[in-house]
């Protein structure tokens, strides 16, 4: 650890040096060549397919068993290590800012790219090729003082029961707040109990990600098999205009802001490449959350930053999710003939500003969200919700993609603005990453 370092208190951990493995055993290979496997029997067999299922449901329920735990341990212990609200409270207000900053930029890339490409022109036909039920649009639409009031559990244990991440933030920052206020002789005992938790997490989550590339399988197999080619012919359009979208948007603003803080971006791209092969397979963000909060650490980040920082991602900084919205809007404005002008996009910019961060709330993710949200708008169809449901499987393996590397950076971000970040290290690794690679 460099002396800079140390005096800002920095818990970041050099890796020991890589060793050259046969590529079998990478797990990123073994998730590529799981997803080839998982669409092959996806289109062949589509019966058998459908029931394979269960395999990315499994894997997906152990991830889950870990993450509400694994964030309120991090974050409680973050700010206990920070030792003070003053370090806390730095890293919690820059990290806020960048997050609508770059989630208020996201929705309007989106706004912008769906009204030049035309999106959903010419495909209002195509809804009776929709493959599946869309989950019903709330008849009531979250506003405002309801998901402020929903951040706020009315229950300890059921935070963590019913998987509710902000409400596990809360009770997070609140837990860590009140071991500050105590003596350090009784703090230190409690400070050392969580850290050794969050250890056996950790090994926990890294025996359920050996299991990766099954989940995978099952989780490919499944979105191929239950929706065919049909639907993605007759929107296949829609589809590839997003990934193209979204991957524009990985480059060109993340890219940016990477390069304004010194950042490589491929670079940095290459550092999580197993992390996001996994999320491409399982097309969930929270299956690499528990690996994030270990690696970018290694990566330079502070412990107390990353703790603080990425989960509270998972619920605010949501770009890939802020896209679709966008994307989304605008397919049913145009497929069902519903003109638009620029005050009304603006005015529904502004309400997704609020309801995407519901995504970490509710149940059913991006996809309700944005289903309250066109409710909420009160002039979009809502028989077009099932038109986007049918190629949802595919969208959301970008939509999680996206979001992951957004929140990555983030904490790299936020890490560089607060002092909290080890550019020695960092450097080190990734030419450690490069050669190996």
Same mark, same amino acid.
């Given at each position: 650890?460099?002396?800079?370092?140390?005096?800002?208190?920095?818990?970041?951990?050099?890796? +020991?040096?890589?060793?050259?493995?046969?590529?079998?055993? $990478?797990?990123?290979?073994?998730?590529?060549?799981?997803?080839?496997?998982?669409?092959?029997?996806?289109?062949?067999?589509?019966?058998?397919? =459908?029931?394979?299922?269960?395999?990315?449901? *499994?894997?997906?329920?152990? =991830?889950?068993?870990? #993450?509400?735990? %694994?964030?309120?341990?991090?974050?409680?212990?973050?700010?206990?290590?920070?030792?003070?609200?003053?370090?806390?409270?730095?890293?919690?207000?820059?990290?806020?800012?960048? @997050?609508?900053? #770059?989630?208020? *930029?996201?929705l309007a890339f989106g706004l912008v790219a769906g009204n030049l490409l035309g999106v959903g022109k010419g495909i209002a036909t195509a809804t009776a090729g929709a493959g599946g039920k869309p989950p019903a649009a709330p008849g009531n639409p979250q506003g405002a003082l309801v998901f402020i009031l929903n951040i706020f559990p009315d229950n300890f244990l059921g935070a963590f029961t019913r998987g509710e991440l902000l409400?596990?933030? +809360?009770?997070? =920052?609140?837990?860590?707040?009140?071991?500050?206020?105590?003596?350090?002789?009784?703090?230190?005992?409690?400070?050392?109990?969580?850290?050794?938790?969050?250890?056996?997490?950790?090994?926990?989550?890294?025996?359920?990600?050996?299991?990766?590339?099954?989940?995978?399988?099952?989780? &490919?197999?499944?979105? &191929?098999?239950?929706?065919?080619?049909?639907?993605?012919? !007759?929107?296949?359009?829609?589809?590839?205009?997003?990934? /193209?979208?979204?991957?524009?948007? *990985? &480059? +060109?603003?993340?890219?940016?802001?990477?390069?304004?803080?010194?950042? $490589?971006?491929?670079?940095?791209?290459?550092?999580?490449?197993?992390?996001?092969?996994?999320?491409?397979?399982?097309?969930?963000?929270?299956?690499?959350?528990?690996?994030?909060?270990?690696?970018?650490?290694?990566?330079?980040?502070?412990?107390?930053?990353?703790?603080?920082?990425?989960?509270?991602?998972?619920?605010?900084?949501?770009?890939?999710? !802020?896209?679709?919205?966008?994307?989304?809007? %605008?397919?049913?404005? $145009?497929?069902? $003939?519903?003109?638009?002008?620029?005050?009304?996009?603006?005015? =529904?910019?502004?309400?997704?500003?609020?309801?995407?961060?519901?995504?970490?709330?509710?149940?059913?993710?991006?996809?309700?969200?944005?289903? +309250?949200? #066109?409710? /909420?708008?009160? #002039?979009?169809?809502?028989?077009?919700?099932?038109?986007? @449901?049918?190629?949802?499987?595919?969208?959301?393996?970008?939509?999680?993609?996206?979001?992951?590397?957004?929140?990555?950076? /983030?904490?790299?971000?936020?890490?560089?603005?607060?002092?909290?970040?080890?550019?020695?290290? !960092?450097?080190?690794?990734?030419?450690?990453?490069?050669?190996?690679?």
């Amino acid at each position: 650890m460099s002396t800079a370092a140390a005096s800002l208190g920095l818990q970041t951990s050099t890796p +020991a040096p890589i060793s050259k493995q046969p590529l079998w055993r $990478n797990l990123g290979f073994q998730v590529i060549i799981a997803m080839i496997l998982g669409a092959a029997v996806g289109f062949l067999f589509p019966s058998l397919a =459908i029931e394979l299922e269960i395999l990315g449901d *499994i894997f997906l329920r152990l =991830i889950k068993t870990a #993450v509400a735990p %694994l964030v309120f341990l991090c974050v409680a212990a973050g700010i206990v290590s920070a030792g003070d609200f003053k370090r806390v409270g730095k890293v919690g207000l820059v990290a806020m800012i960048y @997050f609508e900053i #770059v989630s208020t *930029i996201a929705l309007a890339f989106g706004l912008v790219a769906g009204n030049l490409l035309g999106v959903g022109k010419g495909i209002a036909t195509a809804t009776a090729g929709a493959g599946g039920k869309p989950p019903a649009a709330p008849g009531n639409p979250q506003g405002a003082l309801v998901f402020i009031l929903n951040i706020f559990p009315d229950n300890f244990l059921g935070a963590f029961t019913r998987g509710e991440l902000l409400q596990v933030l +809360a009770i997070a =920052i609140i837990f860590g707040a009140a071991l500050l206020r105590l003596r350090s002789d009784k703090r230190q005992p409690i400070e050392a109990g969580l850290n050794r938790m969050s250890e056996v997490l950790f090994e926990f989550i890294h025996i359920i990600m050996s299991f990766a590339p099954i989940g995978t399988f099952g989780a &490919v197999a499944f979105a &191929v098999g239950s929706s065919g080619t049909a639907v993605l012919l !007759s929107l296949i359009y829609l589809v590839l205009s997003f990934y /193209a979208v979204v991957a524009l948007f *990985i &480059v +060109a603003v993340l890219g940016t802001v990477c390069a304004l803080f010194g950042i $490589n971006l491929f670079r940095f791209l290459r550092y999580i490449r197993d992390e996001i092969f996994i999320v491409l397979g399982t097309a969930s963000s929270e299956s690499v959350l528990p690996r994030l909060l270990e690696k970018l650490p290694q990566l330079g980040c502070s412990r107390q930053c990353a703790g603080l920082v990425l989960p509270t991602g998972y619920a605010f900084n949501l770009d890939g999710t !802020s896209i679709y919205m966008s994307m989304g809007v %605008l397919f049913l404005a $145009n497929a069902y $003939n519903v003109p638009l002008d620029f005050s009304q996009q603006l005015g =529904i910019l502004a309400l997704m500003l609020i309801t995407s961060k519901g995504a970490a709330t509710v149940s059913g993710g991006t996809f309700v969200v944005f289903a +309250a949200t #066109v409710t /909420a708008t009160g #002039v979009l169809p809502l028989e077009g919700l099932a038109v986007l @449901f049918g190629v949802y499987r595919f969208m959301s393996i970008a939509v999680a993609t996206t979001n992951v590397i957004g929140n990555a950076v /983030a904490t790299v971000v936020t890490a560089k603005l607060c002092g909290e970040f080890d550019e020695a290290v !960092s450097q080190r690794v990734l030419r450690m990453k490069v050669d190996v690679a």
